[in-house]
């Protein structure tokens, strides 16, 4: 079983940059991807980024070439670093593992002037 603890979120002005962790718990040697998501208010939960175990990542075409995700060498920390915020970018971001489709208690990002 896995734990997943998100952390990193606040508020933000247009243009800023922020960073989230991720860091699991548990028995993460079974982890075989790791994402982050996020959900704004009235929509649904949409995938932000994901990492696998072999390094490959996936975007999604709103963040691509804003956002970054990485994963530390042990393979319990995951994080997205957030560059040239908009005010769009602004929801609950939630951290998942898979298998297992684990999730994290979300973080709140806002980015407002």
């Known amino acids: 079983q896995v734990q997943l603890v998100e952390s990193g979120g606040g508020l933000v002005q247009p243009g800023g940059s922020l960073r989230l962790s991720c860091t699991a718990s548990?028995?993460?040697?079974?982890?075989?991807?790791m994402a982050w998501y996020r959900q704004a208010p009235g929509e649904v939960r949409e995938l932000v980024a994901s990492?696998?175990?072999?390094?490959?990542?996936n975007y999604a075409d709103s963040v691509k070439g804003r956002f970054t995700i990485s994963r530390d060498s042990d393979g319990d920390t995951v994080s997205l670093q957030m560059n040239s915020l908009k005010a769009d970018d602004t929801a609950v971001y939630y951290c998942?593992?898979?298998?297992?489709?684990?999730w994290g208690q979300g973080t709140q990002v806002t980015v407002s002037s």
């Open positions: 998942n593992s898979m298998p297992g489709n684990t």
């Open positions: 548990g028995n993460i040697f079974s982890i075989l991807q």
């Open positions: 990492i696998t175990n072999r390094g490959s990542r």
